[in-house]
């Protein structure tokens, strides 16, 4: 299949999106996008100035009176509307995913479909969207709390997921009457700039929603210290989220940040191995570990540690490494070579730290002399202090450690900067009861697989993140409260 870039949908390559309309950047620079298998360009696009930010910014804030006098309801129909346009384009959406990102075809599909999801779930909360009303102290006096927009909302997304985030994002603002502005991540621009695309055909009133392509450093924290932006959402790395916490400061901006992960992988002694080992690897190896919720530290209770080893190695090693738009493989590249870089650096150091390789499927192929390539890597350890067991690998590494209880187990856990994630085997509804009491993470899977759903709730501890999406409780996060007395005496 020929892959569709955004000049097939009619988008200029020196473009963004501002009041409705595509209109040309202000800065003359343009970025290539590069597909990771290869290094090949798949388009190009404008690099986003300060300037394009103040007018995106300008529009979205001139929008925002008339989109939040309409009703939720006609707000969510906009929505309903994008939604069947983005599954009507799953498979071109798809394509374009894997050819900026090097995600597997199929995880891209994922990424499509939870897109439309996220958007639908956004619309049908357009009727749970409530007040309160409480007695007053006085006679024939109520009080009335309202839930009412920010305003401007700056959405920054990370390079993982382009698809979903926007929706993760844009949905939850636009059905409780914000208007937005996008900045995608500048390695994976092109599935979002369609988007837009997509939003111009539901028929978004103009300067609804607009996007500007950027470097984070320059449109990113533009966005984030500009005046009238009224709500930053950001998804991506504990640095960059620090740096928007610290720009926002300044102007006591309320920030919503959905960073880094180390989640810890608990299997105890009574646990269905099987079932544990096929979730340890479907957890690990989705996108290659480039998902901030994956598996990506192993505690086995040491009764069973060798034989859920051998089996999870066995089926590691089944994995096949290659092109991802072929069905057949199971790990594509990796975003850059700078990620690469990073995870050999962090594997090098677990190897200082007296790390055991237990696999390592480094190939020298000649299919990988282009591209950005990594691949799977176990290691086992035998101290929770070794550099893998705290640092956040973001591929296909990944470091397990035996355990003499649950409450070692937890303890390990618990002992990490992150707190996104956590994933619990075992049948013992005690032990799954002090997990939900005593593991310190905002999300924990038990007894299966990683995979958020939309009207679940996203939400990470420490340095994971602040705020939260999804759920209701995810789109409350984009009202703020007014309180109002009323006497009516």
Known sequence: MLIQTPKDFGIGRGQ????????????TDRRDILNPKDESAVDAVAAGSVEDADRAVAAAKKAQPAWNALTPMERAGFLHKLAALVDEHNEVLAQMLTAEGGKLVGESRIDAHFCSALLRYAAESARRLQGEILPGEGHDEQIWIQRVPFGVVAGITAWNFPAALFARKVGPSLVTGNTVVIKPHELTPLTTLVLGELCRRAGFPEGVVNIVPGDGRTVGAHLVSHKDTDLITMTGSVRAGGEIYALGAARIKPIRLELGGKAPFLVMEDANIDKAVDAAVTSKFFYGGSVCTCNDRMY???KIYDQFMEKFIAKVKALKV???????????PRISQVEVQKLQA??????????TPLLDMTSHDAAFSKGHWAFPMVLGVTSNDVAIMQEETFGPAIAAMPVDSFDQAVAFANDSDYGLSAYLFTPSNRLIMRAVNELQFGEIYVNRPSGESPHGFHTGYRKSGLGGEDGQHGVEGYMRKKTMYNNYG
Do not use: C, Y
């Open 16 to 27: 963004i999106f501002v009041g409705g309309s595509w209109v040309e950047s202000a800065s």
């Open 300 to 302: 086995l209770h040491r």
């Open 322 to 332: 290659g092109d991802p738009t072929s069905e057949n493989v199971q790990i594509g």
């Open 346 to 355: 962090m594997v090098a150091k677990a190897l200082e730290q007296k790390a």
